[in-house]
């Protein structure tokens, strides 16, 4: 079974408006930490927030905010006022504590903002 | 400047040769990791260590090998036994939960290893 779900493989949002991509996980572990990276046409992947599973708001950074439902398990990226330069893949990952502590991630949001 | 330092960027093997990846951090992180990385894909974990002198498989470890000697280092080397080798390989490091800044993984830039 996955553990990372992002069902969107590309998304368009018009230049300033908010996106939301969505992002599902599986794990039986209490402890774990949810991240987002923002991977350009570069190849580097640019951390962009962290949302641990005992944490009880919602993380934000600057344009980006994680929508967290744990009884859901699903932890949302929210983009606001988007730029041309948000253009690039998106990537969800899970870190479970007992798991070795390694990162799982999803299969990537292609986001493309329109001008 | 602190950071993951990954060598090649660009690497072309020839069938049936083994080739080594480099990955050295400055961050004085425990947790090293490697990924690969497929067209449109997401990222996949080939090996891992949170200590020197030890290291685990991840999901694809077949055809891979790691050495963990030091603590700044974590070389992969790709061998002759991967069969379909060409992809984008990704070097990582974090400390570990618990530990100042343990929340945050840290990338390199890449490499392209291409089998020719």
């Known amino acids: 079974a996955q553990k990372i779900t992002q069902t969107q493989p590309g998304m368009f949002v018009q230049e300033k408006e908010a996106v939301t991509l969505d992002c599902t996980y599986d794990t039986s572990d209490p402890s774990y930490g949810l991240f987002w990276y923002k991977q350009p046409s570069s190849g580097e992947m640019i951390f962009l927030i962290y949302q641990g599973s005992y944490d009880q708001q919602n993380a934000t950074e600057g344009r980006y905010s994680l929508n967290f439902q744990k009884a859901r398990k699903s932890a949302n990226l929210v983009i606001s006022a988007s730029q041309l330069g948000d253009s690039a893949m998106y990537f969800c990952?899970?870190?479970?504590?007992?798991?070795?502590?390694?990162?799982?991630f999803g299969g990537g949001t292609r986001l493309m903002v329109k001008p | 400047d602190g950071g993951i330092t990954q060598s090649p960027k660009y690497l072309f093997r020839k069938e049936g040769q083994n080739v080594t990846l480099s990955c050295e951090q400055n961050?004085?992180?425990?947790?090293m990791y490697w990924y690969r990385q497929d067209p449109g894909q997401g990222l996949r974990l080939i090996y891992y260590?949170?200590?020197?002198?030890?290291?685990q498989k991840g999901d694809i470890a077949e055809g891979y090998s790691v050495s963990r000697e030091k603590k700044e280092s974590f070389p992969l080397t790709v061998t002759s036994a991967q069969k379909n080798p060409t992809a984008f390989y990704l070097c990582?490091?974090?400390?570990?939960?618990?530990?100042?800044?343990?929340?945050?993984?840290?990338f390199g830039e890449g490499s392209w290893l291409t089998v020719v």
């Open positions: 260590s949170q200590i020197v002198n030890d290291f």
């Open positions: 990952a899970m870190r479970e504590n007992n798991a070795g502590n390694m990162l799982t």
């Open positions: 961050l004085n992180h425990d947790a």
């Open positions: 990582a490091s974090s400390s570990l939960p618990g530990q100042v800044t343990g929340n945050t993984i840290y």
